[in-house]
Nanobody, 125 residues
Framework: QLQLVESGGGLVQAGGSLRLSCAAS????????IGWFRQAPGKEREGVSC????????NYANSVKGRFTISRDSAKNTVYLQMNSLKPEDTAVYYC??????????????????WGQGTQVTVSS
């Protein structure tokens, strides 16, 4: 069984920071494109960021550029999403996902084969 588990969500005030983790079991994340997605109440799931096999290339949604950073820790088989300068509009359930292939396009949910259960991020004003 191939599984992804997100952690690190919580409640934070506007301007604060959180670091989300995506840990894998059953496969090596270095061989997969990894994406972070989020879904707010009443909205469709949207791409936040993604990282290439090996970590050489990254993409970000315009709404999070300059504030969020995606990275890999191969030794821990984990991908992180560092979120700084958080805004109330960042409030959502955040999901990590994985697929094997070329990086682009990587902000399309339908490309991803494996998904985590999600972690709640709430930013108060």
């Amino acid at each position: 069984q191939l599984q992804l588990v997100e952690s690190g969500g919580g409640l934070v005030q506007a301007g604060g920071s959180l670091r989300l983790s995506c840990a894998a079991s059953g496969f090596t994340l270095d061989y997969y494109v990894i994406g972070w997605f989020r879904q707010a109440p009443g909205k469709e799931r949207e791409g936040v960021s993604c990282i290439s096999v090996g970590g050489g290339s990254t993409n970000y949604a315009n709404s999070v550029k300059g504030r969020f950073t995606i990275s890999r820790d191969s030794a821990k088989n984990t991908v992180y999403l560092q979120m700084n300068s958080l805004k109330p509009e960042d409030t959502a359930v955040y999901y990590c996902a994985a697929f094997r292939g070329l990086l682009n396009p990587c902000m399309e949910p339908n490309r991803y084969q494996y998904w985590g259960q999600g972690t709640q991020v709430t930013v108060s004003s």
